[in-house]
């Protein structure tokens, strides 16, 4: 029971690290690729709609993940927080 606790309450602290985390990259490095990578399929109106798909920044994470694979891009983590970065800078404005 004790080992199963501390496990999960691990995994609790992991995720809200890494939520909190994909908000503090490197905003001009995440323009860069997303001008790169993501402009072609995906210009501004997706970003300013009003009814977004993503809701916090956990959600745009998986996003950008799930994006960059399906186009080959296959971001690595600090650029998949360096993308969130500049989404959330430049559209989204989710709280940390």
Not at 5 to 22: E, M, N
Not at 43 to 70: F, I, Q, W
């Amino acid at each position: 029971m004790t080992k199963t606790l501390i496990a999960i309450l691990l995994l609790g602290i992991t995720a809200t690290a890494h939520a909190d985390s994909v908000l503090f990259g490197n905003a001009a490095h995440g323009k860069q690729l997303v001008k790169a990578h993501c402009s072609s399929c995906h210009g501004s109106e997706v970003y300013t709609r009003p009814n977004h798909m993503v809701n916090d920044s956990s959600a745009l994470a998986k996003r950008v993940r799930m994006c960059s694979h399906n186009t080959g891009a296959n971001f690595n983590d600090k650029q998949v927080t360096d993308v969130v970065k500049y989404l959330n800078d430049q559209f989204y404005h989710f709280e940390k």
